[in-house]
């Protein structure tokens, strides 16, 4: 995953994005990319591997170093006590999902231990700070979904949740469907054909 990040100029440590300028436009307080977030049992495949694709950040911080791969699972691992994570916002719902979502496949699977069986990354790569972690401008998705295919493919999810339009864009201007689904508890769904794997 580092490697990708790298070759495409998108790493938190050494980013030379050449959609920045664009990006950062009247920006003020923009933050540049953030890496994903990769549970250790992702890794693993312990059970299949569920990847969400949200829309930006939100908030970022001010230091490269806080954005790399190590550290948003240091961060995960340290301070991030679902228990603790205000139950109408994203990241608590996330963990949610991910819970309903693999405990049919993981008996014993608890909702304080779900980070460790999901990664986390976002279909606009860098931040804008908005007030009220509003989303970001349209013209940073535009620019960002030409590394959503090779960031995926990298990843490997067999199961893909989309948070937001702009990560269900970013999904489908990139990758095929084989077969469409109707309604699964509520979600619309599809099995789309990741170069030859299903997810």
């Given amino acids: 995953m580092k490697l990708y990040y790298e070759e495409q100029g998108i790493s938190a440590a050494d980013f030379r994005c050449k959609h920045l300028k664009?990006?950062?436009?009247?920006?003020?307080?923009?933050?540049?990319a953030?890496?994903?977030?990769?549970?250790?049992?992702?890794?693993?495949?312990?059970v299949p591997r569920l990847l969400?694709?949200?829309l930006d950040p939100g908030q970022g911080d001010d230091g490269p170093e806080a954005r790399t791969l190590a550290a948003c699972r240091d961060w995960e691992e340290r301070k991030c006590d679902v228990e603790e994570l205000n139950k109408n916002r994203h990241w608590y719902l996330t963990h949610n999902l991910a819970f309903e979502l693999l405990r049919p496949i993981k008996k014993d699977l608890s909702l304080k231990q779900v980070h460790h069986y999901f990664a986390h990354t976002n279909s606009a790569k860098c931040c804008m700070n908005n007030p009220g972690n509003s989303s970001a401008a349209p013209r940073m998705f535009d620019a960002c979904r030409e590394y959503i295919p090779g960031e995926l493919l990298a990843l490997q999810p067999e199961i893909l949740v989309t948070q937001g339009d702009m990560a269900k864009v970013a999904v489908e201007s990139s990758f095929s469907r084989k077969a469409s689904k109707g309604d699964?508890?509520?979600c619309g769904h599809a099995i789309l054909d990741l170069n030859g794997r299903e997810a």
Wanted: hydrophobic share 25%.
């Fill in 52 to 54: 969400f694709l949200s």
């Fill in 184 to 186: 699964l508890k509520g």
């Fill in 22 to 32: 664009c990006c950062k436009l009247t920006c003020t307080n923009f933050t540049e």
């Fill in 34 to 46: 953030r890496e994903a977030y990769i549970g250790r049992e992702y890794e693993k495949r312990t």
